[in-house]
């Protein structure tokens, strides 16, 4: 259940703000913004979060799990969002591992879970998501976005009308904390299932960068931990099966 809802026409990120509470009371609290000035994405990367139309929302859990059981909520919460999205009516919403969500191979959203381990058999994560609903493409923060982008009332006229953003994040925020606690008696099991109908990568070649090099292969699919399974074109010309972890490489179209 819901513990504690805030709603922000600003902040600078919503993850930070609710980071600011002690551990212990954050469990089950949300936040929701407007707008947000100092948006964080992944791999250190800002989240352009112009105010009026988009969706930037923050859910605190407690698992009382150890860490590497949690390890693939990330993907959970790009299930999650593919599964309301899809029941939204937004057109072919895909899941590029590990949580970008796309719709034509633009990116719609993305996932920020940020964790601190509370104790042996205890994890405390912040699960930020930001979704583009209504963004215009000449404003300043959208013409910063360095990927290729879209947002949902480019593909469902619905998604245009301002209550069309509160009924997202009500959903959003319902489904969340029915499916942090699914996630945490199940474990990943029943959302790889839904993971295979949104993956956008199965069957798809890639080039897999990491720090150190960088490979190419078709992938495969996930793991039940959630790591991205790629059969890797080897030096020698033979091919071989590797697991990749999300923190550790990028994947892109090769
Ligand atoms: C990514 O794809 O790089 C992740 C983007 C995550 C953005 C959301 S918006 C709500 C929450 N607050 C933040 O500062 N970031 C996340």
Same mark, same amino acid.
């Given at each position: 259940?819901?513990?504690?809802?805030v709603? $922000?026409?600003?902040?600078?990120?919503?993850? $930070?703000?609710?980071?600011?509470?002690?551990?212990?009371?954050?469990?089950?609290?949300?936040?929701?913004?407007d +707008?947000? %000035?100092?948006?964080? +994405?992944?791999?250190?990367? !800002?989240?352009? %979060?112009?105010p009026?139309?988009?969706?930037?929302? %923050?859910?605190?859990?407690?698992?009382?799990?150890?860490?590497?059981?949690?390890?693939?909520?990330?993907?959970?919460?790009?299930?999650?969002?593919?599964? /309301?999205?899809?029941?939204?009516?937004?057109?072919q919403v895909?899941?590029?591992w590990?949580?970008?969500?796309? /719709?034509?191979?633009?990116k719609?959203? +993305?996932i920020? &879970?940020?964790?601190?381990?509370?104790?042996?058999?205890?994890?405390? &994560?912040?699960?930020?998501? @930001?979704?583009n609903v209504r963004?215009? !493409?000449d404003?300043?923060? #959208?013409?910063?976005?360095?990927?290729?982008?879209?947002?949902? #009332?480019?593909?469902?006229?619905?998604?245009?009308?301002? !209550?069309?953003?509160?009924?997202?994040?009500?959903?959003?925020? @319902?489904?969340?904390?029915?499916?942090?606690?699914?996630?945490?008696?199940?474990?990943?099991?029943?959302?790889?299932?839904?993971?295979?109908?949104?993956?956008?990568?199965? +069957?798809?070649?890639?080039?897999?960068?990491?720090?150190?090099?960088?490979l190419?292969?078709?992938?495969?699919? /996930?793991?039940?931990?959630?790591?991205?399974?790629?059969?890797?074109?080897?030096? !020698?010309?033979?091919?071989?099966?590797?697991?990749?972890?999300?923190?550790?490489?990028?994947?892109?179209?090769?």
């Open positions: 259940h819901l513990r504690d809802l709603l $922000l026409c600003e902040v600078d990120s919503t993850n $930070l703000e609710l980071a600011r509470r002690p551990a212990a009371e954050r469990h089950a609290c949300a936040i929701l913004a +707008g947000q %000035s100092a948006g964080r +994405g992944r791999r250190r990367r !800002a989240w352009h %979060s112009p009026g139309g988009n969706l930037y929302l %923050s859910v605190g859990w407690r698992f009382e799990q150890p860490p590497r059981l949690v390890a693939p909520l990330p993907l959970v919460c790009a299930v999650i969002s593919a599964r /309301i999205l899809e029941s939204l009516e937004a057109p895909r899941i590029k590990p949580n970008d969500l796309q /719709i034509d191979g633009r719609l959203g +993305g920020l &879970v940020e964790s601190g381990v509370s104790g042996p058999s205890r994890f405390d &994560v912040i699960a930020g998501i @930001g979704i963004m215009e !493409a404003r300043p923060e #959208a013409r910063a976005i360095d990927q290729p982008w879209t947002c949902l #009332a480019d593909h469902l006229v619905a998604a245009g009308e301002p !209550a069309f953003r509160d009924r997202l994040a009500g959903r959003l925020l @319902g489904g969340l904390l029915q499916g942090f606690g699914d996630f945490g008696e199940t474990g990943f099991g029943p959302f790889q299932t839904d993971w295979q109908r949104f993956d956008a990568l199965r +069957g798809q070649e890639v080039r897999v960068s990491g720090d150190q090099e960088a190419t292969g078709r992938v495969l699919g /996930i793991t039940p931990q959630g790591a991205l399974r790629v059969r890797i074109q080897t030096p !020698a010309g033979g091919t071989e099966v590797r697991e990749f972890l999300a923190g550790d490489v990028s994947v892109r179209p090769h």
